[in-house]
């Protein structure tokens, strides 16, 4: 078995340096649109891997919906942001339910 070099460990940055440098500090407006996006990616995967699983086509969750399957695509892909009403209008359709916690 290979021993660990701990000088090559030690030179790693952390994540949250990297954070910072690509995406700005935490809190700043940079960080928060890209957190923001993040979380908007992470839902529409979860609609994603929840629509394969009941085998339900993009086209026939766009009818459902009344939208078009290029848009349903574009949501799974994070090539556009989905609003409120849309992503409540998918989790309907796929029969999800959500609760939303304060505090």
Do not use: P
Request: no cysteine; charged share 35%; glycine share 4%.
């Amino acid at each position: 078995m290979k021993k660990l070099d701990t000088n090559k460990l030690n030179n790693l940055r952390s994540f949250d340096s990297y954070l910072n440098e690509q995406y700005g500090e935490e809190n700043s407006v940079e960080r928060k649109e890209f957190e923001a996006k993040s979380k908007a990616w992470y839902y529409a995967e979860l609609l994603k891997d929840e629509r394969k699983r009941q085998n339900i086509t993009q086209k026939a969750l766009a009818e459902q919906i009344g939208k078009k399957r290029e848009y349903i695509s574009a949501l799974e892909k994070g090539q556009t942001d989905m609003q409120l009403s849309t992503f409540i209008s998918i989790a309907e359709a796929l029969g999800l339910r959500f609760s939303l916690v304060l505090g």
